[in-house]
C-alpha cells in the first residue's frame, strides 16, 4: 500500500504526558500537511513541511507543539505537556506539492488525554 | 487568505435522486483551486472531485459534479443518481497557488434513505 501511512491510529494519554504522531507520505511525495479535526468541525490547518524545512506553520499553537520531517524518516507531529483541549483527530496529508496536485490523506490519529 | 461557508449542517436524499451540496468562499487570490472531500464514518478523507479556478467549465466526475461561478464565489456539488455508499460528511475546500494549503469548511452531513 503506497498511500499516506499514519501511526498511530488512537493515542491516549494522561495530562502532562508527550504526544508523538507519525506521519509517511505517499511514495514520491515530498510536501506534508498537518491537520487538526476537532469533534464536530472541519480540518484546520496546522503546519506545511519539506523534506527537513517547516514552511508555513501559522496554523500551529504557539507553545507546546513541533513538527518535523527529517532527511530519513516519517514526518513527527509533538504535542509536549498534553491537555484535555488537544483531544481531537490529527490528520496528515501528503502531495507532490503543485498547488493543482490534491492531497492525499492518511486514516488519522485520534488522540485521546485523560 | 481564505474562508469557507457550507451553510447546510445537514441533508439528506433518497436513494437515486439528486442533491446539491452548496459552498461560498472568499480569497484574496487571483488564481486558486477548488477541492470537495468526502469523510465517511470511517472518518477516511477522500477526494471527491477537484476544479481549476481558471477554468470556465465545471468539472465533472461520474456521478459527481460541480457548478462553479467565479463571480459569486460559489463552488456548488452535486450528486446524481445518490447512492447509500455516498452518506458522508463533505467537505469544500479551497486551495492557495503557493503551495497548496487547504481551507475547509465547516462540513455539510449527507444522510441517503433507502
Known amino acids: 500500500n503506497a498511500g499516506v501511512m499514519q501511526n498511530p491510529r488512537h493515542l491516549v494519554r494522561r495530562r502532562g504526558q508527550e504526544a508523538r504522531l507519525r506521519c509517511s507520505p505517499m511514495?514520491?511525495?515530498?510536501?506534508v500537511y498537518w491537520y487538526r479535526q476537532l469533534p464536530e468541525e472541519g480540518l484546520k490547518f496546522m503546519v506545511y513541511?519539506?523534506?527537513?524545512?517547516?514552511?508555513?506553520e501559522s496554523g500551529m499553537p504557539k507553545e507546546r507543539f513541533s513538527a518535523e520531517f527529517p532527511k530519513e524518516g516519517p514526518s513527527i507531529l509533538r504535542i509536549q505537556q498534553v491537555v484535555r483541549g488537544d483531544s481531537a483527530a490529527y490528520f496528515c496529508?501528503?502531495?507532490?506539492?503543485?498547488?493543482?496536485?490534491?492531497?492525499?490523506f492518511g486514516d488519522g490519529t485520534r488522540l485521546s488525554i485523560l | 487568505a481564505q474562508t469557507v461557508t457550507q451553510s447546510q449542517p445537514e441533508m439528506s436524499v433518497q436513494e437515486a435522486e439528486t442533491v446539491t451540496l452548496s459552498c461560498t468562499y472568499d480569497?484574496?487570490?487571483?488564481?486558486?483551486?477548488l477541492f470537495w472531500y468526502k469523510q465517511p464514518p470511517s472518518r477516511q478523507m477522500i477526494l471527491v472531485i477537484r476544479?481549476?479556478?481558471?477554468?470556465?467549465q465545471n468539472a465533472t466526475e461520474n456521478r459527481f459534479s460541480v457548478n462553479f461561478q467565479k463571480a459569486a464565489k460559489s463552488f456548488s456539488l452535486k450528486i446524481s443518481d445518490s447512492q447509500l455508499g455516498d452518506a458522508a460528511m463533505y467537505f469544500c475546500?479551497?486551495?492557495?497557488?503557493?503551495?497548496?494549503?487547504?481551507?475547509f469548511g465547516q462540513g455539510t452531513i449527507l444522510t441517503v434513505h433507502p
Open positions: 480569497t484574496s487570490e487571483s488564481d486558486y483551486y
Open positions: 476544479q481549476e479556478a481558471y477554468k470556465q
Open positions: 513541511l519539506q523534506k527537513e524545512n517547516i514552511i508555513d
Open positions: 475546500a479551497p486551495g492557495g497557488t503557493s503551495y497548496g494549503k487547504l481551507t
Open positions: 496529508a501528503s502531495s507532490l506539492g503543485q498547488p493543482d496536485q490534491p492531497q492525499h
Open positions: 511514495k514520491g511525495h515530498s510536501h
